[in-house]
């Protein structure tokens, strides 16, 4: 075994391959110290050192879960680079569980936050994930598969549904993908979003990514797939609609009338930030009779000094707005928040004290800000955030009959946008369709 490994891996000076003799058996052992733990002291080193015993220690072999036969000698390669121990012992190779593990805590969700719902969110380790994900979902018809994806990183992933509820026609379609996918690294879930996604051109995400194991846990009991990716905080849901990227958990945990009103308010906010610096545009340029006259006067006064067209303005506003949310992202978070909430009203200020931005249009971008973070769902909106600017371009050139024309369009592409086979725009998710569907078998 010992010279097979050690041809495989020539230059791994990381390796420890050794030949351990305890006066009645001798086995040879070879693993990655960095990669390992001490489980392997109380689980290998001990038993065969210092308490060994011939027949207890056969029984150890065949009895412990953490060891498992690996007569493949193709495998031994993937099973070391995983943390496992291999040993030889009578003319056997076994494989002893002994992966390192760095996260012995759930992490508290940043992305998703919730007032009044659990705190805890995935980790970055899949047996943490698991663990969360069972602890919420506790019913025996969970089935877990496992799969190992990228060549080069053999990525752990494993694929969760409820067996009873979720729809065969779609985890047959989820498998056809997980076969054909092709990766060298897989770090993040996002890569797979990529993959898993039949057109990576799509406006709107129809994969949605999570932190929360509550959110994971309702959305198994509608009959979704979610999928967990080893080394990475988010777990993956799969179908999904509109209205699931605008459902956040508060939403289960708050009154049925404050419910609605934060459901409408998101709606409201989406509309606002697609349509409203469009609108703007259009109305000031093409249509401001829509205005009363006294709103139409104060908007004129208010552009005045201002050198050059609508659209111009707008764009110069957009793009300082983009920057800002860009370097809040990007720049540490001790002084990621501070810098940006100066910057912006520094900026804002000093642009419509020299007369190159309208008061008004300082609100309407506040308004555009605003509304864009309301909605729960980052992927989502960012897709919101995206769509503005046709409806900016579509302004220039047509005004408001140009919006107009453009949002039933974007209604039109939503209706026929497919989330695994399940309509987008849909009101009623897969788990009542196979709850109907068995009935009526």
Same mark, same amino acid.
């Given at each position: 075994?010992?010279?097979?490994?050690?041809?495989? $891996?020539?230059?791994?000076?990381?390796?420890?391959?050794?030949?351990?003799?305890?006066?009645?058996?001798?086995?040879?052992?070879?693993? $990655?110290?960095?990669?390992?733990?001490?489980?392997?002291?109380?689980?290998?080193?001990?038993?065969?050192?210092?308490?060994?015993?011939?027949?207890?220690?056969?029984?150890?072999?065949?009895?412990?879960?953490?060891?498992?036969?690996?007569?493949?000698?193709?495998?031994?390669?993937?099973?070391?680079?995983?943390?496992?121990?291999?040993?030889?012992?009578?003319?056997?190779?076994?494989? $002893?569980?002994?992966?390192?593990?760095?996260?012995?805590?759930?992490?508290?969700?940043?992305?998703?936050?919730?007032?009044?719902?659990?705190?805890?969110?995935?980790?970055?380790?899949?047996?943490?994930?698991?663990?969360?994900?069972?602890?919420?979902?506790?019913?025996?018809?969970?089935?877990?598969?496992?799969?190992?994806?990228?060549?080069?990183?053999?990525?752990?992933?494993?694929?969760?549904?409820?067996?009873?509820?979720?729809?065969?026609?779609?985890?047959?379609?989820?498998?056809?993908?997980?076969?054909?996918?092709?990766?060298?690294?897989?770090?993040?879930?996002?890569?797979?979003?990529?993959?898993?996604?039949?057109?990576?051109?799509?406006?709107?995400?129809?994969?949605?990514?999570?932190?929360?194991?509550?959110?994971?846990?309702?959305?198994?009991?509608?009959?979704?797939?979610?999928?967990?990716?080893?080394?990475?905080?988010?777990?993956?849901?799969?179908?999904?609609?509109?209205?699931?990227?605008?459902?956040?958990?508060?939403?289960?945990?708050?009154?049925?009338?404050?419910?609605?009103?934060?459901?409408?308010?998101?709606?409201?906010?989406?509309?606002?930030?697609?349509?409203?610096?469009?609108?703007?545009?259009?109305?000031?340029?093409?249509?401001?009779?829509?205005?009363?006259?006294?709103?139409?006067?104060?908007?004129?006064?208010?552009?005045?000094?201002?050198?050059?067209?609508?659209?111009?303005?707008?764009?110069?506003?957009? $793009?300082?707005?983009?920057?800002?949310?860009?370097?809040?992202?990007?720049?540490?978070?001790?002084?990621?928040?501070?810098?940006?909430?100066?910057?912006?009203?520094?900026?804002?200020?000093?642009?419509?004290?020299?007369?190159?931005?309208?008061?008004?249009?300082?609100?309407?971008?506040?308004?555009?800000?605003?509304?864009?973070?309301?909605?729960?769902?980052?992927?989502?909106?960012?897709?919101?955030?995206?769509?503005?600017?046709?409806?900016?371009?579509?302004?220039?050139?047509?005004?408001?009959?140009?919006?107009?024309?453009?949002?039933?369009?974007?209604?039109?592409?939503?209706?026929?946008?497919?989330?695994?086979?399940?309509?987008?725009?849909?009101?009623?998710?897969?788990?009542?369709?196979?709850?109907?569907?068995?009935?009526?078998?």
């Amino acid at each position: 075994m010992l010279s097979l490994i050690q041809q495989q $891996f020539k230059d791994a000076t990381d390796l420890l391959t050794e030949t351990l003799d305890n006066g009645y058996w001798k086995m040879e052992l070879a693993y $990655f110290p960095s990669l390992c733990d001490e489980k392997i002291k109380d689980g290998l080193f001990i038993p065969f050192s210092y308490r060994f015993d011939p027949d207890e220690f056969r029984r150890m072999l065949r009895a412990n879960p953490k060891y498992e036969k690996a007569e493949d000698s193709d495998k031994w390669a993937n099973l070391l680079l995983k943390g496992f121990v291999l040993i030889e012992i009578e003319g056997e190779c076994y494989s $002893f569980k002994s992966d390192r593990t760095l996260v012995s805590e759930p992490g508290t969700s940043e992305v998703e936050s919730s007032l009044q719902g659990p705190q805890s969110a995935f980790s970055e380790d899949l047996d943490m994930n698991m663990f969360l994900v069972r602890m919420r979902y506790n019913v025996p018809t969970l089935t877990a598969e496992p799969y190992d994806k990228g060549s080069y990183s053999n990525t752990s992933i494993m694929v969760l549904y409820d067996r009873e509820l979720v729809n065969a026609d779609i985890l047959k379609k989820l498998h056809l993908k997980l076969d054909k996918l092709e990766l060298d690294l897989l770090h993040a879930s996002s890569q797979l979003v990529k993959e898993l996604t039949d057109r990576n051109h799509r406006l709107f995400p129809t994969i949605m990514q999570t932190e929360r194991p509550d959110r994971v846990a309702v959305m198994l009991r509608k009959g979704k797939i979610a999928i967990l990716v080893n080394g990475s905080r988010f777990a993956l849901l799969l179908p999904v609609r509109m209205f699931d990227f605008m459902h956040a958990m508060d939403d289960d945990y708050d009154s049925y009338w404050v419910n609605r009103f934060l459901t409408v308010m998101r709606y409201a906010a989406i509309g606002l930030t697609m349509v409203l610096p469009a609108s703007y545009i259009a109305i000031v340029s093409y249509n401001p009779e829509i205005f009363r006259v006294q709103l139409a006067f104060t908007i004129d006064g208010s552009r005045a000094g201002v050198p050059y067209p609508s659209f111009v303005e707008v764009f110069v506003m957009l $793009f300082m707005i983009e920057a800002l949310i860009e370097a809040s992202v990007r720049l540490p978070r001790i002084v990621g928040s501070t810098a940006t909430t100066v910057g912006g009203l520094i900026l804002g200020q000093a642009a419509q004290q020299a007369g190159l931005v309208s008061s008004i249009m300082i609100i309407v971008t506040s308004v555009v800000a605003i509304s864009n973070f309301v909605i729960p769902n980052p992927d989502f909106s960012q897709s919101i955030r995206l769509m503005k600017y046709p409806f900016v371009v579509i302004a220039m050139m047509y005004g408001l009959s140009g919006v107009v024309v453009l949002f039933f369009a974007l209604i039109v592409y939503l209706c026929n946008l497919r989330s695994f086979g399940e309509p987008y725009l849909a009101l009623f998710g897969s788990r009542a369709k196979n709850s109907a569907a068995k009935e009526k078998g």
